[in-house]
């Protein structure tokens, strides 16, 4: 990726220290979080459906700014009814430790953290075998570090994305694909795969619940990552910063199919306990996949008015269910199908 969060050629490896820090934060409020209500109610824990990629950024910039914005984000959240301003502090806590038990190599400092540290680790991992993965290609001259092919290479899968970057024309091609670049992610895809692989084979203290949860937590903070770049606002954004939402960058894969390519990257073998298939695009992912892939099809078909890009958009819904349907929530597919999006269901996790 370009030098927003680490930077690579030949040689030269490089990170901007306050990026890559925002998002190891974003990482620590996840495992946050997810301890806080687990303490509370174990089946909110598991689902953590009210806390998305754009929540995790925001609180990270809030304690960066200080006291008084942490402060007033405690009153806008617990207004809003989901959080408490007691929960959140505690959260905050946890997050103190995690960060004081990796700045010691030793461990000394985690305490009772230790479970959080590991759900950190686990969501940071994910999040950096992408992110290292990519740049890691450029790094070795242009030469991926790990020669087998992954399994979305095994099963055309990352083809398939390659084709539906410009398929048909309803996808477009902003600019020509940079051969390196689309390398890059496939060396990413090999890395996450290799992570989760290891993941799965490590003795780990966390239920299986809590590592699919870090898996879709790591997928909410890459794509609001990929979609926002350096200094990427909080859920505000929804409303507020719209305009800075990047449907891709020229040159790279659209960013919703270099997210899709990672999600299915980190699947695993066994998504739930029951056999079941669960997507892990969902909340504040799906969110912003939907609107930057509902933006290129109006792009690419010329819509100017809202009637035209509501049309580009229909003619184009039966492509992105094939293709992405599975990777979404249904309620997405059916908010395609007829065009009434409802917030509450659409892109809710099952």
């Known amino acids: 990726m370009r030098f927003e969060y680490c930077y690579s050629k030949t040689g030269m490896f490089a990170c901007r220290e306050e990026e890559v820090g925002r998002l190891l934060m974003s990482a620590a409020w996840a495992a946050a979080l997810v301890s806080v209500r687990e303490r509370d109610d174990r089946s909110k824990a598991v689902a953590l459906g009210d806390v998305g990629g754009g929540d995790l950024f925001e609180l990270s910039n809030a304690v960066e700014k200080g006291e008084q914005e942490f402060d007033r984000l405690l009153t806008i959240w617990a207004d809003e009814g989901n959080w408490t301003r007691e929960e959140l502090r505690a959260g905050l806590t946890i997050v103190k430790r995690i960060v004081a038990a990796e700045s010691d190599a030793s461990d000394k400092e985690a305490g009772s953290a230790d479970v959080e540290l590991e759900l950190y680790r686990v969501v940071s991992g994910y999040v950096f075998s992408f992110v290292v993965g990519h740049e890691l290609l450029h790094y070795a001259a242009d030469r991926c570090m790990l020669s087998d092919s992954s399994e979305l290479e095994r099963t055309g899968e990352f083809e398939r994305l390659l084709k539906l970057h410009g398929q048909n024309g309803l996808l477009c091609s902003l600019e020509p694909l940079l051969t ?28 299986h619940w809590k590592i699919m949860l870090g898996r879709r937590l790591a997928v909410d903070i890459l794509s609001w990552a990929l979609a926002y770049g350096p200094g990427s606002p909080g859920r505000s954004s929804y409303t507020d910063d719209m305009r800075f939402l990047r449907a891709g960058t020229p040159g790279y894969m659209h960013n919703p199919l270099r997210v899709v390519g990672f999600a299915r990257s980190i699947r695993g073998r066994d998504a739930t306990t029951d056999g079941k298939e669960r997507e892990i695009i969902c909340e504040d992912s799906a969110r912003v996949a939907v609107i930057q892939l509902n933006r290129i099809l109006a792009f690419c078909a010329g819509a100017d008015s809202r009637s035209e890009v509501v049309a580009s958009v229909r003619n184009g819904q039966p492509m992105l269910v094939n293709e992405l349907g599975v990777d979404l929530p249904g309620g997405v597919s059916e908010a395609w199908r007829t065009g009434v999006f409802v917030e509450e269901s659409t892109f809710s996790c099952r």
């Open 180 to 207: 390196t670049e689309v390398l890059a992610d496939r060396c990413a895809y090999r890395t996450a795969a290799t992570f989760d692989s290891a993941l799965q084979r490590k003795k780990t203290s966390l239920p």
